[in-house]
């Protein structure tokens, strides 16, 4: 069946240095997002990105679409970054399948 | 624009009541979905409805239903409710324009109920 997955699971940093979250996705795909999930559970859109790259501040995102993959990079991390990440992919049947997140901790 | 906004946020139900959960999609959007998180099986797809139609369904058993109405507000009812319904309930919107290259979904603040 479909499978998105994401890697790493865990990842704990020193405020100030950089990540790369990676998301792996099975078959072609029609949307992918990432998503930051807050605390209180909502989730808050940072790309929509079927392909190609993009940057908002300090993130930035890039999907190989041919290659069914995308990353999203962290760069001078905040304790504020901290949460879980999730990347979706939306294939033809319209729904959304999700990765089962990156949880990251940004130490201050 | 307000966002997406999900009552009520906080439910406590025992088992075998039933419990109805609402969306309000964002202005314009016609198109609502529903996922359920758990710390077990992760987020997983409800269903999604359209123009007061369901298109897609995800695995889940009949205890678990929707609707839209014609302002495209979208309830979930979930019937008989079993310990393991404790969960998030997410509500995603979306313009929708027919393309699902842009079928971008905003999400609510979630509802999240706990079955004792």
């Known amino acids: 069946g479909i499978q998105v997955e994401q890697s790493p699971p865990d990842l704990i940093l020193q405020e100030g240095a950089n990540s790369t979250l990676r998301c792996n996705f099975s078959?072609?795909?029609?949307?992918l997002q990432w998503f930051h999930q807050n605390p209180w559970g909502q989730l808050i859109n940072l790309f929509y990105i079927p392909s190609g790259t993009k940057q908002n501040g300090r993130l930035s995102a890039t999907t190989v679409a041919t290659e069914r993959y995308s990353l999203l990079y962290i760069s001078s991390s905040q304790t504020t970054d901290s949460g879980v990440y999730f990347c979706a992919a939306m294939y033809n049947n319209n729904d959304m399948r999700f990765g089962a997140g990156t949880r990251l901790t940004v130490k201050p | 624009k307000a966002g997406v906004t999900q009552t009520p946020r906080y439910l406590i139900k025992t088992r075998g009541q039933q419990v109805t959960l609402s969306c309000s999609p964002i202005?314009?959007?016609?198109?609502v979905s529903w996922y359920q998180q758990t710390p077990g099986q992760g987020l997983q797809f409800l269903f999604e409805y359209f123009s007061e139609t369901q298109r897609n369904k995800g695995n889940f058993p009949g205890r678990f239903s929707g609707r839209q109405f014609s302002n495209s507000r979208s309830e979930m009812n979930v019937s008989t409710l079993e310990l393991g319904d404790s969960a998030l309930y997410l509500c995603a919107s979306s313009p929708y324009t027919g393309s699902l290259a842009k079928n971008i979904q905003y999400f609510g603040a979630g509802t999240r109920l706990s079955v004792l």
């Open positions: 202005s314009g959007h016609r198109s």
């Open positions: 078959d072609s795909v029609n949307n």
